[in-house]
């Protein structure tokens, strides 16, 4: 039996990591729908353009997601100009490539501050505040990173693998709180998005680059329709579907043979340098680490 569509026109949604790419497009996609939107990003200026250009209901507010003051004051000033928080997208995130043994620690622990701690305080911030009230719906946003992993992203994969097990235990614990259905919690798992975080990767066979704005209409679905697991595009659910009824060495052997296995070792260093060093610097607290070497591409031929 098909589920009712919620009614999101006039609810209020914060997005962190709004200024740019999945975050923008999704801004600009629930400002259509008919919501209240706030953008938080640490690059003010940008997030201000993009507030602006989606008009009244929408305003623009410095946010660092690694701070818990920063991201409290966040949820607490879209409460006085907005209404309280109905949803809340943990999008911020950043991705620096290279292989495992030449990164450096702090590029590993900015990842993991960003990607990861900044989702579990947002997490904690916005459904206290949700809690409170008995309704509200977290959106985390992940990657097929985080269910296959990928060599080349190490560290990446870890802290997007870290967000869909952090989804579901908490889905688990609200359930057992008795809020399942009002409280409620999603995570999207797209493949390689054309952004800028997305920019200079490999390719695999069959699989083509999604837009932001398809993600923005898979976290639109989530929210009408109560999504937990949410696959930009949908068919790569068949895909980890088929994947896991297959021995581990047929599907690895699967995934080399897509190149599944080269998207993020392949990736073009000079394609993603303008913004690896720019998510190098992207959390304040933490001084810039050294720009990680260039993937080594192999000189065995490929199948």
Known sequence: MAKDARIIAGQTVAI???ARGIGRATAQALSRAGMRVAI???DLETARATAQELGPTAIALPLDVTERESFARFLDEIADELGPVDVLINNAGIMQLGKFID?????ARRMIDINLHGVILGMKLGLQRMVARGQGHIVNIASQAGRFGAPGGATYSATKHAVVGLTE???GELRLMGLDGQVRLSYVLPYVVDTELGGGLGSARGLK???PSEVADGIIHALRYDDVDV???RSAKRTLA???????????GMAHTMRADRILADADPDARRVYELRASASEPSLPAGEPSEPPQIATKTDS
Do not use: I, Q
């Open 242 to 252: 088929v994947g896991t009824l297959l021995p581990r060495r047929l599907a690895e």
């Open 231 to 233: 696959w930009v595009p």
């Open 169 to 171: 235990a908490v889905r």
């Open 103 to 107: 990164e450096d620690d702090l590029t």
């Open 40 to 42: 938080g990003d640490v």
């Open 209 to 211: 680059t999604v837009k």
């Open 16 to 18: 962190t990591g709004g």
